[in-house]
Structures are given as C-alpha cells and as structure tokens.
C-alpha cells in the first residue's frame, strides 16, 4: 500500500466513524418537528458545522400547512391492577406524535381503539406521524407491540399521558459552499423523524460528510445542503427563501436511509434530465455498485415533489425499501460505516464526473440559420435520392445540432454527448464553434 492510498483509507475510515459517532448521538433522540430533542440536534449540528438556520413562527401559516405545537413528552404509561404494564417512554416513537395528554381509568376496549400498532411484526412498533401535519384534529394513543394488544385481558386500565405544549416553531439549516458558477446543486436529508437512524438521519450523515470534503475541493458549482423536517419544513424552506436566492438551486439529490444492508436505489427526478442524476447514474453502472434506478415516485415519495414543485429537478439516493423502516428496529445496529461511506463516495464521484465537464448555456432562443455564412454550424443530413446516404457518425452529429436549440436548461458537454452518442472531445470542439458565433456559453 503506498503512503497516499493508505492515507486516503485512513481518511476513510476516520470519516465513517464519525457519522456513525453522530448517529449514536442523534439517534435516541424524540426528534419530532418541534420538540426539546429537536431543538437539541439543532443545537448539536451548529456547534460543529457553520450552518446557517431558518426559523419560522407557530402564526406563520403557509399555504394552508400549520406549524404544530411544540411537544414534549414528560410521563406516559398504562397501568393494570396497579401494575405498569406498558412504559411510553422506554422509546421515543411509544407515544404516538403529537399525542393529547390523557389521564383516567378506560375499558379494554376503549383502550384498545388508542393503540397503534404494526400489523405485520409481534414486536416491533410503529411511527404514528399523521398528527404531525393535522395538528388542529388530535387524539392521544401509544404506538405498542401486536402481541400486547393481543394479549390484553378483559377489565379496566389507568392511563397517563402527561406533556408539556407550548407555541411551535419549526427550524431547518442550510450549508452553503459557493463555487465559480451561480447554479447550485442542493442535497437534501430529513433532520426529524424520532428515535430512528436510517430514516433521515443516515442522510443528514452523509450529506454533512460530502460536505466536509467538498469544502476542501476548488469548485465550478456551487452547493447547498438542506436539512428540514419531512415535507412541511422543505416547504417552509423553499416557500419563504427569497425567490433571487431560489431561483440560484439548479437541480439536486435528496439523500434518504443510506445506512441500511440493502442496495442503493437511484431515484430520478421528474424530468429525467438533471446533470447530478446522470451522473449517479453513470457512476453506479459504471462502478460495480449493486443498485437499481427508477423513474420519479416509482421507488419512494418523500420531499422530491415538493422541490419539484418549485421547478426545481430532484432525484433521490437511498437503499429503500427495507424491513425495519417506521419501526423501532431502524436503529444504530442496523447502520455501518462501509454502507455509509459507499453513499458518501458515490455522490463524491457524481460531483467529481459534472464538475470536469464545461456547462453549455444557450444564449439564444429558437432555431438559428446555422447553414448562414456567419455560423458555418449546420450539419447535412443527406438525401438519399441523391445518392448521399449519412454514415452513423453524421447522424449523430445531426442529432447533436438539433439537441442544441432544445436545451431547456444548463447541461455539461459530457451529459449532451453521452445523449447523442459521440466522443466528449467531438461534442466539445464542435460548441466551441457555437460559442465563438456568440451562440452558447462553455463554463
């Protein structure tokens, strides 16, 4: 092993420890969109990166989403003939979200219709989260194990929920590295989801370890990491940033339950044709990964609408679905570093892949006279009347012209060339005649 290789595996090792170090610290936390624990994996974050905070008021209603209150759980268990038989506070997800305080004597039955559990597991619970987004119609209730509902015997039972509200305020954070380039690629991770790793969190991890690497790099682009609450708080994020600011985020990846033993799925945004996910694309099949890749929504639907909704290309890296997911058992046992590190390094080696390759940007709109003596740009594409029968070669290179006009948005040489089917360097040289007609830029 030479000094270099072992350095980097050094490198590696050191930085797969370290998410895994702020798993174990985040990861029993009751990180609900507002809460103490929530609060605290803000507090935790910005001691150690310089991110910056976006906050919002309880009074600040946006397109009908309500902030809820903030919550905090302070007693909870259901007791029979005096005995505790169910403690909600052994697990943060115990007490089903957002619950209602609760405390007097019920029915079997009456509790019974308050006990969520999951039908598929004897052991395992579930995360109740619905109230979450409808905090104005609450009830209170325990997320259990099946087999103690089952196991439940005919009588009356004491239950107390106690908690602790006041008026919410929800707080996402953003990283910025600014590059050459005003477009920016954005990484996205949930920060909220209690008592769980894999489901958020793992991808907070590893977006905070793109970044410390990036952060050291000379960049093209500029990027940005989002860490919100799920859903409502990259609404928030996106609705309220100032529409200069957002109209700088150019496409970008949300990274989603990345710690998992199961294989990486590549989710593509909306449109397909975002430079990031051609990129992860490439550099899964390319690099032995053992993946699969998907069409928007057909792998998972989690915050990728909602950027798609400000027109902003999203695409998803993940390793769902897998069997723990919303349930207690997505905990520190089912992360490792290696996995962690794979999703670090692929999305690495993306950023590396479209930060080598020039960006064309059209400065024209329409369809220009290329066969004009001032462009010289246009290729024949035959007649085969004539006699003239185009060789693939200049097919492609008419495919190419053509593509040109059609580019709706900022596109690497390498992504347009790998379209059509042509050598980078036969793609480049023949924009670079465009951008000296004054037709494109190359940056």
Known sequence: MTACTQSATTASVAAGDAMMAMLADLTPLNRVICSSDYDATVAYLAERWPLREHRFEASDVHNGWVIPPRWDVLEAAIYKDGECIYDGRWHPMAVMALSLPFRGTVSREELKSHLHFDHRYDERIPFHFRQLFTSWQRDWGFCVPRRLVESLAPGDYEVVIETREAPGYLRCLDYHLPGQLEQTIVLGANLDHPGVANDGLSGVAV????????????????????????????????????????????????????????????????????????????????????????????????????????????????????????????????????RLLEARDVVLAAIDDIESSPLIKKRFEGNVCLSHPRHDLYVDPGQVAFGDVPDESRRRMRLLMDSIPTLTRPTTVRQLAREVGLEESVVHDYLKRWRDCGLVELV
């Open 207 to 338: 977006g905070l370890a793109v970044f410390e690497a990036l952060a050291a790099r000379p960049r093209r682009f500029s990027y940005r990491l989002v860490l919100a609450p799920g859903i409502m708080g990259t609404e928030y994020y996106l609705g309220r940033l100032p529409a200069a600011e957002r109209a700088r985020l150019f496409e970008g990846v949300m990274l989603e339950m990345l710690g998992s033993p199961t294989i990486l799925n590549l989710q593509r945004s909306r449109g397909a044709g975002s430079n990031i996910e051609q990129a992860l694309s490439r550099v899964l099949s390319e690099g032995g990964h053992a993946y699969r890749e998907g069409a928007f929504e057909s792998l998972l639907l989690n915050d990728e609408y909602l950027w798609e909704a400000y027109g902003i290309p999203m695409a998803s890296l993940s390793r769902y679905p897998y069997p723990e997911y919303h349930t207690d058992a997505d905990n520190l046992g089912l992360m490792s570093p290696q």
